[in-house]
């Protein structure tokens, strides 16, 4: 199930909208957003990201505020990886690049800021070379 906004919270900040990987969330500014169900791929980015809490996960809970620096990142099994790009073209941010290792094309988080921890590379990654990771620090926050 989707995330949702409740509109009587949502001060239409735009926060949701720019960070949501998927583009589901949307609206003017300064208006209620909402959120497109058949977009949304419950990364749940937006309820990270939401000054005001109010987005609402399906069981209308409001997930925590966590700030960015400790959003979970792809940590990528080089030894696994088969330097198809798949996650690299996924990629809604350009986080991810390819490089290589040991005369071997791999890939790697080339932009840790710009990651949103949404897991669509690790989602689409045919060989599970990817695995979103969450600090120590957010574990113990959230």
């Not at 996924?90 to 949404?118: I, T, W």
Request: aromatic share 6%; with cysteine.
């Amino acid at each position: 199930m989707a995330y949702r906004i409740v509109a009587e919270e949502c001060k239409g900040c735009d926060t949701c909208a720019r960070a949501c990987p998927t583009r589901a969330s949307s609206g003017e500014k300064k208006q209620p957003h909402t959120i497109d169900v058949s977009k949304c791929i419950e990364c749940g980015v937006c309820g990270r990201s939401c000054p005001y809490g109010a987005i609402r996960d399906a069981q209308g809970n409001t997930p925590p505020r966590i700030k960015r620096a400790l959003w979970p990142k792809p940590y990528i099994w080089t030894e696994d990886c088969v330097g198809c790009e798949v996650c690299t073209a996924v990629c809604p941010f350009q986080a991810l690049g390819m490089g290589e290792l040991n005369n071997e094309s791999v890939a790697g988080l080339y932009d840790p800021k710009a990651c949103v921890g949404c897991g669509l590379c690790e989602a689409a990654c045919p060989v599970k070379a990817v695995q979103l990771v969450w600090p120590a620090e957010a574990k113990q926050s959230a």
